[in-house]
T-cell receptor, first 113, second 114 residues
Framework: AAGVIQSPRHLIKEKRETATLKCYPI?????VYWYQQGPGQDPQFLIS???????DKGSIPDRFSAQQFSDYHSELNMSSLELGDSALYFC????????????FGSGTRLTVV | GENVEQHPSTLSVQEGDSAVIKCTYS??????FPWYKQELGKRPQLIID?????GEKKDQRIAVTLNKTAKHFSLHITETQPEDSAVYFCAAPSPSGGSYIPTFGRGTSLIVHP
C-alpha cells in the first residue's frame, strides 16, 4: 500500500542557509500535518493544511513557511537555519478532518552545522 | 487546545511481564485516541487506536482501554518481548477550526529485558 513519502531522507545545511522539505501524502488524503521532533522529545506540531489551505498553526517559527499544492503534496521551507533547527521532521497525512487516523512519513533528518 | 499527559516516562520490565502506559487528556470533544510505537530514528507507527464509542479494543498482545468520564486511556502490552522495546506515544486530537490536530504525549520509553 502507498505510504506517506518524504524527501529528502537526510539533509545537511549550514547555518543561515535555506532548506525545503517535501511531503507526498497517501492518495486521497487531503490533510497534511508537519511535526518537528528533537532528540528524546515528542513530536511538536508545526502546521497543517486541509484542501490546500492552512488549517492550523502550532509552534512554527516565523523563519519557516509551508504550503500545500494542487496535487496535495506539501513543502516546508526553512530559512535562516539555526543549529537548534536540527531535528527529525515528520509529515503525516489523513483523510478529511483527521478523526480516522493519521499516517506518518519516514521523516527528514535535518542537521544544521 | 488539547493537553495530553503521559505516564510513566520510562518503564522497565522483564520479558514476559505486562506493561501499562496511561494518558490523560483535557478536551472532552476528543473522540479518537491512537497509540504509536517509535523505534530510534524511525517514524511513529500506529499500533492500535480506539474511538470514543468503544471502551476497549484488543489486538493480540496489545489492548487499549478508554474511560471517557475520567478522560484517560491506557495501553496494555502483555507477554512483553525484547522487540517491544521502543518509545510509545499516545495522541489525542484537538478540535481546531473544523479539523483535528493530533497532540502527542511526552512518550514512554519501554525497555524489555530478556
Amino acid at each position: 500500500a502507498a505510504g506517506v513519502i518524504q524527501s529528502p531522507r537526510h539533509l545537511i545545511k549550514e547555518k543561515r542557509e535555506t532548506a525545503t522539505l517535501k511531503c507526498y501524502p497517501i492518495p486521497r488524503h487531503d490533510t497534511v500535518y508537519w511535526y518537528q521532533q528533537g532528540p528524546g522529545q515528542d513530536p511538536q506540531f508545526l502546521i497543517s493544511f486541509y484542501e490546500k489551505m492552512q488549517s492550523d498553526k502550532g509552534s512554527i517559527p516565523d523563519r519557516f513557511s509551508a504550503q500545500q499544492f494542487s496535487d496535495y503534496h506539501s513543502e516546508l521551507n526553512m530559512s535562516s537555519l539555526e543549529l537548534g533547527d536540527s531535528a527529525l521532521y515528520f509529515c503525516a497525512s489523513s483523510q478529511g478532518t483527521g478523526d480516522y487516523g493519521y499516517t506518518f512519513g519516514s521523516g527528514t533528518r535535518l542537521t544544521v552545522v | 487546545g488539547e493537553n495530553v499527559e503521559q505516564h510513566p516516562s520510562t518503564l522497565s520490565v522483564q520479558e514476559g511481564d505486562s506493561a501499562v502506559i496511561k494518558c490523560t487528556y483535557s478536551d472532552s470533544a476528543s473522540n479518537y485516541f491512537p497509540w504509536y510505537k517509535q523505534e530510534l530514528g524511525k517514524r511513529p507507527q500506529l499500533i492500535i487506536d480506539i474511538r470514543s464509542n468503544v471502551g476497549e479494543k484488543k489486538d493480540q498482545r496489545i489492548a487499549v482501554t478508554l474511560n471517557k468520564t475520567a478522560k484517560h486511556f491506557s495501553l496494555h502490552i502483555t507477554e512483553t518481548q525484547p522487540e517491544d522495546s521502543a518509545v510509545y506515544f499516545c495522541a489525542a486530537p484537538s478540535p481546531s477550526g473544523g479539523s483535528y490536530i493530533p497532540t502527542f504525549g511526552r512518550g514512554t520509553s519501554l525497555i524489555v529485558h530478556p
